[in-house]
C-alpha cells in the first residue's frame, strides 16, 4: 500500500508540498491541472513543471486525479470524437512522464454532491454532509450550483469546473431521456477509445463511484455497487481498465459490503487506486463525514484496511475527505490536519494488518 495525499498545486493549494512531505508515510501525491477544462489537451510544459515541483519536494508523482471527461462524451455526441482524441494524447503524456494511475467519473453534471460544505460536529469540527430532502425540495439545479459556489470560502470545490456549473440548465437539457443503459454504453465507447493508449504507456484507468452513489436530481448515476462496478470491467477487458475502490462514495449506501467488495475486484487486481474515508449514516440517504477513526462513523476502517491486506494490496491509496479541524479553513473537505490524521491512523492499521498476518505465517 502505497500512502498520497491530493494536492492541487501551489496556485490553487493553500497546502505546501513540504507540509505534506512531514506526514509519516506519505511518499507521494495525487494531483491534476484543475484549471484545464474538460476535454482539452494538456500542455506537456505543464505535466513537466507539475512534476518537477512534486518530485523536488521529495515526493511522486504516479496518480492524477482527475483527467475530467467532457460532457459530450458522457452524452455520447457526434462531437465526442474530438475531445476522446485529446483525452488519448492526454493519457500519452501522462504516461510518458510516469504516471500510472489516473482516477476518473462519469458522473453527469454534478461531481460528487453535498448539501452542507461545514456541517458541525459533536466535537466543534465541521464536515461535508448529505440530505437527500434538502435535493428533494429543490426545484431548480442552477440554484443548488450557485449555493454550492458560493460556500467554499474562496476556494472551488472539487470537481466543480466554473464553467460547467455556469451552464447547468443547458446540461440538464441535453440529458433529458439519457438513461442508465445509454451513460454505460457511452461509458463503454469512450474506455474502448482510449484503452490501447493506456496498454501501449503503462496508464491504468481507474473509475471512481458515483458519490453519492444513486441518482440525483433525476439524472442517472450508474456506478453505485457490485452489479454496476462489474459491469464496468466487463465494458474493457483489460488490466488497465480497473477501479477507484472509495470507501465513502460506495459506503454511503449501507447496502454496500466494503470488504467483500474489496477482497472480490481486490483479488481480481482491479483496484488500481483506493479512497478511504468514514461515514455516519444518519437516516435514509442522508449522511455525514466524519473522522476516519472507525468509532466515529458507521464504516468499520479496520475490516477495511485488513481486506486490503487480505489481497495483498499494493496499489496506492489517500486518506480521503477529512473534517475542519484546529480552526483551519481551506478548500471543502481538503483541509491539512485532519487528512494528516488519516493517513497516520490507515497506515498504523496496515503496519498492524500486515504484522498480524506474518505473525501468523510464522505460527503456521
Avoid at 440530505?131 to 429543490?138: A, E, F, G, P, S
Avoid at 482510449?194 to 458515483?210: F, I, K, R, T, W
Amino acid at each position: 500500500m502505497k500512502m498520497t495525499l491530493r494536492w492541487y498545486g501551489k496556485e490553487a493549494d493553500p497546502i505546501p508540498l513540504e507540509y505534506i512531505r512531514q506526514i509519516p508515510g506519505v511518499t507521494g501525491v495525487v494531483t491534476a491541472l484543475m484549471d484545464m477544462p474538460a476535454g482539452t489537451l494538456w500542455p506537456w510544459e505543464r505535466i513537466a513543471e507539475r512534476k518537477r515541483q512534486v518530485e523536488e519536494a521529495g515526493l511522486e508523482m504516479k496518480v492524477i486525479e482527475s483527467v475530467n471527461v467532457h460532457e459530450d462524451i458522457k452524452l455520447g455526441l457526434p462531437s465526442r470524437d474530438e475531445y476522446i482524441e485529446n483525452y488519448r494524447k492526454t493519457v500519452q503524456r501522462l504516461g510518458q512522464a510516469g504516471v500510472e494511475v489516473i482516477c476518473y467519473n462519469f458522473m453527469p453534471v454534478f461531481d460528487w454532491t453535498r448539501t452542507d460544505l461545514a456541517s458541525v460536529r459533536p466535537d466543534g469540527a465541521t464536515a461535508l454532509a448529505y440530505r437527500q430532502d434538502l435535493v428533494d425540495v429543490i426545484r431548480d439545479p442552477q440554484e443548488f450550483a450557485d449555493k454550492i459556489e458560493k460556500n467554499v470560502q474562496g476556494f472551488e470545490m472539487a470537481g466543480w469546473e466554473p464553467e460547467r456549473m455556469s451552464e447547468v440548465r443547458r446540461l440538464f437539457g441535453l440529458y433529458k431521456g439519457v438513461s442508465h443503459d445509454d451513460l454505460f454504453a457511452h461509458l463503454g465507447y469512450f474506455l474502448n477509445a482510449v484503452m490501447p493508449v493506456c496498454e501501449a504507456y503503462g496508464v491504468s484507468m481507474a473509475l471512481h463511484p458515483d458519490d453519492p452513489p444513486w441518482d440525483i436530481f433525476g439524472l442517472p448515476r450508474i456506478i453505485t455497487g457490485r452489479e454496476s462496478l462489474e459491469r464496468v470491467l466487463a465494458l474493457a477487458d483489460t488490466p488497465c481498465n480497473g477501479l477507484t475502490l472509495c470507501a465513502g462514495s460506495l459506503g454511503a449506501d449501507p447496502g454496500n459490503d466494503l470488504p467483500a467488495l474489496i477482497r472480490e475486484f481486490g483479488g481480481r487486481k482491479r483496484i488500481h487506486f483506493a479512497h478511504i474515508r468514514n461515514v455516519k449514516h444518519c437516516g435514509p440517504r442522508h449522511f455525514e463525514e466524519t473522522a476516519h477513526y472507525s468509532d466515529d462513523g458507521s464504516l468499520d476502517l479496520y475490516e477495511i484496511i485488513k481486506a486490503y491486506g487480505d489481497v495483498a494490496y499494493e496499489g496506492y491509496v489517500r486518506p480521503d475527505h477529512g473534517r475542519m479541524i484546529f480552526g483551519e479553513t481551506g478548500r471543502a473537505g481538503y483541509g491539512l490536519y485532519d487528512r494528516a490524521l488519516g493517513a497516520s491512523y490507515i497506515n498504523g492499521l496496515w503496519e498492524a494488518v500486515t504484522k498480524n498476518d506474518k505473525g501468523k505465517e510464522k505460527i503456521l
